[in-house]
Structure formats: structure tokens, C-alpha cells
């Protein structure tokens, strides 16, 4: 009896040669967080249950995954430990377990896999990559920081070769200074109002006044409010109509302090103008954020939804510590955007990680590939040594199925005369090679030793 | 209420300078499995409960972990998932569910962490790193791939300069032949007597000899055996040793000719002749193997025990599919290793993923330093813009702290003159370099750029 080999539903596992574009993927987001200075960290993939659900009974402990091993199964014991369903907790915990170890502002990324129990259905995924990077002061950060998040993702996403793509950002403080402004001062009419506003795109401007007006704002507010979430003009546009507004509640003048402030960063970090959006209406329901927010979307699919979100957050890690930890933080939801992208067909090629397999044509010059596998490793390219007799045809088919780039093939002629015959398997041409002139050779066809 | 931040025993979570010489061994075991040819694969940490366990009610199944939502729990519904426990089932899952796609011989290498519900004690792992690569044949697969997994592992213990180590080898056919050759032909015997040889460093010679006569063996037989078992001659010497025996059994007849072609291609590969030894007394318990078998041995640190093994196998997945899928293995358990080799002090440092770190010494420099760091990004050095205002000394400390190795001052004397001051952190020492300059100046401070 056999059994049927496969995955669970809400996994995303890949053939070798979508596992190398998904890999460069992944290396290009780390040497971007890298190259502004982030740290790594990894932490395991499951915490002790009372230290992950800090908060009881929230949307997110219904998909929490609980892990028991077989000895606990037996004793009857409940599950102490749960697979992390994002890495903002790990990161709380980290940091207040290590405060006393961390330079501050602690600047780290992690990028590792995250767990849901969500119901199956296509585009959700159980296990999916987050690779987040946050800026975590101690008792302040300052908003400068707010700027430089965005500035890394345009890189990073510009090397992705995503397409054309627009960072939104706005900061709460505005708008809910706004409403402060307009007499509603009770947080939780304030959050409900935002709530209202994040449907924008979904619902249209006449509903969400409808909605906004139903919650105490007046006709006039609203229209306020309606106007500047709708506003296309460019930032310089949209801060002067927050200027003309000329109103003057506290937490308003800060965020708009604090918008001032990331445009004028942003420009010094030579971030394009049209890859960032001020754009009012990005409120993101999560009360977790205080300040700025960030939602990034790809311009030709925006039906994709945010595929790199953040923001601003006054205290990372209240539950673990008295310090008061203020940080700002992004992530990329890559498990995602790689399948929206793979669906889509926009991902682009990546070179092989195999740039050259060696055929001998008979086992007599086995040890001579060998030797000359070695060699060509040496120079720095990656190289297969194929041992397997056989005919030549189904050692090529072999190349072509796992899409290799190089074949060289060596048999007794060519070893007399010392040379080598190299086949450019996309091509499909072949040349005879002295051994001599093998490497310049293989600096044409291949565009730079691979390791 | 403030709750504990703590991890759970049985893993391993580290600062981040750690982390970075973690990150480093990683990425050379990456390296070092691409150069030879391996495409990458990641399987979910979670497998179908019936998929996962094949065999009932062995050892590792007592450790497994079980996963499970909060749904499923609420329903009163057993786990159906649970836990990776090691590389190798995922892998015969991956390949028997692919097989059409994959092209074979199929060589992949996996680098994801597993789970074991370990009892607690130090350096027993609940989660940690393995570091796998294959050779899957279809029905069949050279025996010459034997030697290349050797070469590779040389080749990345030396970049990850892990002191003088040895891979010890041999090749189970070998014992079993002359066991069968010596009238013990009962399979299970056979495996029992292994099982003895295996103890061979623990309990003595004398005791193996004693264990060994007592499960049938003649004393003659049992002193062939231990001498075998014992000679510390180097390859040519052994293999003179077994061919002067004339034995003539058929399992060890193969097993001796797999040998030798297996030391040919180790020289052939130019792999250092003290790096290998060939050594009978590797049995490995695990009847899984049914040829070579590997041991790694750290040559000053043998109570380490074996930092990377595997062997040869008949027969992958026959689980999930009736295709004959023979293959060749190893494995490098990294967590293990590092934790070692960090509790003996003997890791070699890393530098720094952080390069350069920009200290504006007033607020009004900030924006100058934005595009100083942009620059020195472009020219590929990684580079840390630092925005919090404050006195010089608590921002070195800050670099201190973080182990950075430059630090760059912007302030108002040296923006004039068209300078800036560049501080060796380690060296403590610092000069004033003209703009022109700088990056002649961090090329011989830094070795390289860093991304």
C-alpha cells in the first residue's frame, strides 16, 4: 500500500528552478536590508503559548497553530508552545529578553516563514515567508527614520524587476488630529471613522460619507475629510491643502510635522518622486500604529492589495518590559507576491545555480572530467560532474530537462587532441575548444563565475 | 502584569553578532553545495501526519511534533499535521510527488531546521539546522557519486576553518560480506553484530570481541574482524589488507570494488589524502544505509562526535512510489556544531554586515549625511545613516556596542572644508579625510565592499 506523497493545502513548495527564483528573491530583500545596516536575527519558530498570545481572543488566536509533542499527547497535558504567526511578537520578545545586549536604535531584519491555520482557499497561504525589517528605539525614535524604510524597499523592489510600484504612505496622527479638530474626541468613534475611510477603494467616496456622517461628523466635515483622502496631486499639493486647512489641533500639527520632515529625508535619500505617495486615505485598521503607515502596491495590478505594509508604533513590547520601546517597521509578504507574480507570469528568469555540466562520452575519462570539474570550480563557476554511463543523447536531454546553460563533452578525440566540445544548450550550437582557451570561452557564453 | 520574554528550551536563538557568524557558516555550506552542481529545495515544516509517519511506532516517532489550529482543537479533531524531524522524508515526499518533473540523477541540497521533542538537556536541540545534500538516482546511481559528497564537505569545513577534521568512511557491504562469507548469513545477526562493532570507541576491543563471539562468531572470525576494524594504516594499506583476505563472498566482493573506485575518485578530485580515512570500524546502527557510510570526525574534538554523516541507500522513497529511487547523502548538522565550537571558544570571527556608520554631529548635517550615505552605498559598502540628535559619545558607544568597524563625523568645520572624519573603531584611531578621498581611504580600512 502505497502512500500518496503530498503537501498540506496553504503551503507553497516550488520545482528546483522556481525555488532559485524564489532564492534570489529572498537574497536580494536580505542585501538590501543589509546594505542600510540591518542586523539578522532568527528566532525559533514556535514561543511558549502564554508568551505569543499576550493579547487573549483576538482574530489572530483563532489561526494560531498549537505544537505538542507525543509524550505531552500521551500525559494528557494542553499545548505550551505555538508556531509564531508574524514576527512583530518574536521581535517584542527578543528585544525585551536582550534589551541589556542591543545597541539602540536596534536596527534589525528578519526574514523567516510565519504560521496561520486559515481556512484554504486559493492566494491564502499557512506557512508563508514575511521578511520584515524595524528600526526599535529606546524612549524615542526619531521620525527621520520614517523615511529611510521606503527608501530601502525602492531599491530592493526596483532589483526585484516587480514592474512599476508606488509606496503609499500618510500618518494617523492627521487625520485623527482632524477629527479631534472637527469635536470628535473619543478614540473609539475616531478608530471606527478610520475604519470607514481604509473602504475607500472598496465601498467609493458617496458611501463612505454616508458612513462617516452616520458616526457624528457634520456634512461639511466630511467633505473636508472626503477631499483629502481623494486628493491625487502631488505631495507638495497635498501638504499645502493640509497648510490651508489651517487648523490647528496639536496632534494634526505633529503629523504633519512629521510628514514634512519624511518628504524632506526622502528627498535627501534620493528616493525617485513618483515611487512615494502621499496619499491620506492609507489608514490601515490595525490600532497598532501611532504615525506614519506604508502600503505598497504594484501600479498595473493593484487588485494584488499591499505587498510591503508598515508603520510607525509608539511601544513595541509593553507586555515584556517596562522600556519603552517606540520603532517603525515594514515587511515584505514574499510567499505572496511571489505566487501573485508567478500566476501572473511577471516573474523574471534567473540564471541556473548549475552553470556547466560534464559529460564524458565514456567512463575512461571520468577522472578527467573530474579533474577538469575541479578546475572550472576553481575559476569560480558552479559545475555538475555527470557519472552516469550511457548515451550521449539522454545525458543531454538530462541538461536540457533540469535547464542548464553549458554542457562540455569530452571523449577520446578530444582528449588526444586536447581539447573540449562546448555546448550552449539554449542555443543549441556546439564548438570545439582548446583546453587552453576554455575559461575566455566560458566568460562569453556565461556572464560572470556564479560562486 | 508583565510577562517573562523567554524562548523555549531546546532552542537556540542568538545576539546578532552571532547571528552573522551563523549566517556566514550557512551561506558557505550554500556555496559549497552550488559549486558542485545542487539545486536548492524547501519543503513546508509541516507534513500530513499519515505522509510524515510511514513507519509506526519507531524511535523517532516518540518525538515528534504534532501541529495543530485552535479550530481543529476546538472541534475535538486529532492533529493531522506535525513537525519535520529530519531532511530525508520530506526529500523522498519532494521526489516521489515530482518525480516526473525532476531530471535524475537529481541533486538537491536543503538547508531548513527540524524538530525533535528532545528531553532537555544541554546540547540536545528541540529545533535546529541540517544541512542536507543528495544524489537521487533512477533505478540506478554510479557508485563514483560516493566520492564527490566527501570532496564537497572538504572543501566547505576548510572555508568554515573548522581546525583539522577527518571524514572517516566505509562501506557496510564490506562487513556484511564477511560475515556472510563467515557462515553468519541470518540478516538480523548481521545487524546485531554491526551494532556491537559500532561500540568499538565506547567499550574496547576486548568487550566487542566478548559481544561479538557471543552472537555466534568464532574466535578466529571475531580476530579478523577486530583487526580489521582496529588497523590505522592509510587507504592502500587497508584495501591490501582486504584483498589479502580472499574473501570471496559476493556482497564483499562489491562492496571492496565500490571502495577503490570510490578512493580513484577522491584522488581524482584532488581531495587531500589525509582529509578521508578509510575506517571499517564505521557501521552506522541505521539499516537504512546499505553501502558507504560517512562519519566526520573534528580531529582535536572527537567527543564532539560525528558533525556531518550520511551514506548510501537503496531505495528513497518506497513509501510513495514503486520507482526504484537509490541515492547517496549527507548532512551537517549546524546548530549542533556551532554551539560546540562556541562553547569551546573556537568559532573565527566575522566581519561585521555593518561597515560604516554616519554620525551628523549637528541636525542641520542630517540631510548631507543621507547623501553621503547613499554614495558610499552605491560604491557597495553597507552603510548605517544614524538620525537620533545627542552627544558624540553616546553615539560611539552606540557603534561600539553594535561592534562596528567605522564610523564617519559630518560637522560644521569639516562640511566647510569639504571633509569628513573617519574613526577605526577597533584601532581607535581617526583622521581627517578630504571628500575626494573617502573612498580610496574605506578601501584600505575595509578589505572589501561588503555587498
Not at 509524550?71 to 520578545?93: C, E, K, N, S
Not at 530601502?152 to 487625520?175: A, D, P, W, Y
Not at 570539474?373 to 536531454?397: F, I, Q, S
Request: with cysteine; charged share 25%.
Amino acid at each position: 500500500m502505497l502512500i500518496q506523497p503530498r503537501t498540506p493545502t496553504g503551503t507553497l513548495e516550488l520545482l528546483p528552478r522556481e525555488q532559485m527564483v524564489f532564492q534570489h528573491m529572498l537574497d536580494t530583500i536580505r542585501r538590501g536590508y543589509e546594505r542600510f545596516g540591518f542586523v539578522p536575527v532568527e528566532t525559533p519558530v514556535f514561543e511558549l503559548k502564554d508568551v505569543l498570545l499576550t493579547k487573549s481572543g483576538g482574530e489572530t488566536e483563532k489561526q494560531v497553530y498549537f505544537v505538542q509533542s507525543t509524550g505531552a499527547i500521551q500525559q494528557g497535558h494542553a499545548a505550551d508552545l505555538a508556531l509564531r504567526f508574524d514576527l512583530t511578537v518574536p521581535l517584542a520578545r527578543y528585544v525585551a529578553e536582550h534589551e541589556r545586549e542591543l545597541a539602540f536604535p536596534f536596527r534589525r531584519y528578519q526574514i523567516q516563514r510565519v504560521y496561520r491555520g486559515e481556512r484554504a482557499q486559493r492566494g491564502r497561504f499557512r506557512e508563508f515567508y514575511q521578511c520584515d525589517i524595524d528600526i526599535i528605539g529606546k524612549d524615542k525614535l526619531d521620525s527621520g527614520y520614517d523615511a529611510e524604510l521606503p527608501a530601502i524597499i525602492v531599491q530592493i523592489f526596483e532589483e526585484l524587476k516587480v514592474g512599476e510600484f508606488t509606496i503609499h504612505f500618510s500618518n494617523r496622527k492627521i487625520l485623527l488630529g482632524l477629527l479631534a479638530g472637527f469635536g470628535i474626541d473619543d478614540a473609539e468613534k475616531q478608530k471606527l471613522i478610520l475604519r470607514e475611510i481604509d473602504k475607500l477603494d472598496k465601498i467609493g467616496a458617496d458611501k463612505v460619507c454616508e458612513l462617516i456622517v452616520a458616526l457624528g461628523l457634520s456634512i461639511e466635515h466630511a467633505d473636508i475629510l472626503l477631499r483629502l483622502i481623494q486628493h491625487k496631486g502631488n505631495k507638495d499639493e497635498i501638504l499645502a491643502a493640509l497648510d490651508g486647512l489651517n487648523a490647528r489641533h496639536q496632534v494634526f500639527e505633529q503629523g504633519l510635522q512629521e510628514v514634512k520632515r519624511m518628504v524632506d529625508a526622502l528627498r535627501a535619500l534620493g528616493v525617485p518622486e513618483h515611487r512615494t505617495r502621499l496619499n491620506l486615505a492609507i489608514a490601515r485598521g490595525l490600532d497598532y500604529y501611532t504615525g506614519t503607515v506604508y502600503e505598497t502596491l504594484i501600479d498595473e495590478h493593484p487588485e494584488f492589495g499591499s505587498v510591503c505594509s508598515g508603520g510607525r508604533y509608539d511601544d513595541l513590547a509593553s507586555f515584556y518590559t517596562k522600556s519603552k520601546l517606540p520603532g517603525v517597521g515594514l515587511s515584505i509578504g514574499l510567499t505572496r507576491l511571489f505566487d501573485q507574480f508567478n500566476a501572473h507570469k511577471l516573474l523574471s528568469a534567473v540564471p541556473n545555480t548549475v552553470q556547466i555540466v560534464i559529460f564524458p562520452l565514456e567512463q575512461q575519462y571520468d577522472q578527467y572530467a573530474l579533474k577538469l570539474g575541479t578546475d572550472l570550480r576553481k575559476a569560480g563557476y558552479t559545475v555538475e560532474n555527470y557519472w552516469e554511463p550511457g548515451k550521449l543523447d539522454k545525458k543531454l536531454r538530462y541538461a536540457d530537462k533540469a535547464g542548464m546553460p553549458v554542457a562540455i563533452l569530452i571523449g577520446g578525440d578530444e582528449v588526444a587532441k586536447g581539447t573540449v566540445i562546448v555546448k550552449d544548450l539554449a542555443a543549441k550550437t556546439q564548438v570545439e575548444v582548446l583546453h587552453d582557451n576554455l575559461l575566455q570561452k566560458l566568460g562569453e557564453m556565461l556572464q560572470h563565475p556564479g560562486v
